[in-house]
């Protein structure tokens, strides 16, 4: 018997058929003498919809209120998928964020879980019964509910796994793995069957839309294995696993892009130590997550720093550096630009494997795409183009790299 902790999406309980859906393909789990712990979004749209409330009501909702209200989204989905399972035979409860004993930290709205007291959980567990837990919530040592932000329920399934010891954490949504590139995109783009904890957590930072590169972070810090696959079939899908020998013979295991970004450059700035450390820290206070950097000192002895960041948070960042500049000399100045988005090659066998930046960038020139912004990992390589071309340039690579074909054995 296997302790099976799987995490069903907004998509995947919309509608009261699909809840019904996900409750046979629980059931059919514990039939076949399975333990599930079912971790749950709120229905799809219906966060949209409260968000939409708050809005009509004030411009500036506050974040503790917008915490108790967008937690009942996933409340309502625990309790009617709970009512399911119980019409089935199989004996659940629906479990909330403060229930399950997660334990959270950071501001409203962006939470980020400290830890999990799984004692509730593990004690009804002992008791047979299949459990139903909220996703995307917490409690924080005071007391208050509090959310976690983008890819909160991806979060909370692996963190539950972990606290839990589960044999295994199954991502299940509405597509059916990991692709070498988003099939939308690239037409002949290739399922992958697994895939390491670092290139998942590189293409989720880079922009793949299948997991939140934090929840990944999680996986590979407690070693949870986990799987995405699909709600709607029961195709294999990709195992994201401890990375083993064998896959570095996979040069470049996939490319990934993420639109709307935005670039910041801020010149004029005095060739002396700690002016990098004044800009960043600015940025962090506001709570601004920037990617690429860019540093070099011009031929006017004046340094140029330039980073990248998603276009939503441009007006955040010019606001937190506007108070700076006058602090960092007379000449500094701040230059933005958007409409650009990042393309980037993923795979550990370029640690091993020497031509890979050559064949993208070649790849690249020959569609008469041009680069911007260039940074680079041990197991990444990222570019920046104009957000219009952003299409042609992964099909470009991906072509480039022969991502379509299985690799040689």
Excluded: W
């Excluded at 009617?80 to 004996?91: C, H, P």
């Excluded at 590169?213 to 799987?227: M, P, T």
């Amino acid at each position: 018997m296997a302790l099976i902790v799987q995490k069903y999406g907004g998509s995947s309980v919309g509608t009261i058929d699909r809840i019904r859906n996900v409750a046979q393909r629980i059931k059919r789990t514990c039939d076949d003498g399975n333990q599930v712990v079912a971790v749950v979004s709120a229905m799809g749209g219906v966060t949209d919809k409260l968000i939409g409330m708050a809005g009509e009501l004030t411009a500036n909702p506050p974040e503790r209120e917008l915490d108790v209200l967008l937690s009942t989204g996933e409340q309502q989905s625990i309790a009617l998928l709970s009512m399911a399972l119980n019409e089935l035979g199989v004996e659940a409860m629906s479990v909330t964020g403060r229930q399950a004993g997660i334990r959270t930290t950071g501001s409203h709205t962006r939470g980020r879980i400290e830890d999990i007291q799984p004692d509730f959980m593990c004690s009804q567990l002992e008791q047979g019964k299949c459990l139903v837990v909220a996703g995307f919530q917490g409690i924080t040592p005071d007391g208050m509910i509090h959310t976690l932000g983008r890819g909160g329920s991806d979060l909370t399934a692996i963190a539950v796994a972990a606290a839990v010891k589960a044999d295994v954490c199954q991502i299940l949504t509405d597509v059916d793995g990991v692709y070498t590139c988003d099939p939308r995109v690239v037409k002949n783009a290739r399922k992958l069957p697994e895939i390491s904890y670092d290139e998942m957590l590189e293409m989720a930072s880079s922009g793949s839309k299948v997991m939140q590169s934090r929840s990944v972070e999680f996986a590979k810090k407690y070693g949870v294995l986990f799987e995405v696959r699909s709600s709607l079939n029961d195709n294999p899908g990709t195992i994201v696993l401890e990375e083993h020998p064998t896959m570095e013979n996979v040069v470049i295991r996939g490319v990934s892009i993420e639109r709307s970004q935005a670039r910041v450059t801020i010149t004029g700035i005095p060739d002396e130590p700690g002016m990098s450390a004044k800009i960043l820290c600015a940025l962090g206070d506001a709570e601004i997550n920037i990617d690429m950097i860019v540093s070099n000192i011009a031929s006017d002895g004046f340094a140029r720093h330039s980073f990248t960041m998603h276009s939503n948070d441009l007006g955040r960042a010019q606001a937190a550096l506007k108070p700076l500049l006058a602090s960092i000399g007379p000449d500094a100045k701040v230059e933005t630009e958007a409409g650009i988005a990042k393309l980037s090659s993923v795979g550990i066998g370029m640690r091993s494997h020497s031509g890979v930046a050559a064949t993208m960038f070649r790849a690249l020139g020959e569609a008469g795409i041009n680069i911007g912004m260039i940074s680079t990992s041990e197991i990444k390589i990222a570019v920046t183009v104009d957000e219009t071309r952003i299409e042609d340039a992964a099909r470009a690579v991906h072509d480039a790299f022969q991502l379509d074909k299985p690799p040689v054995a």
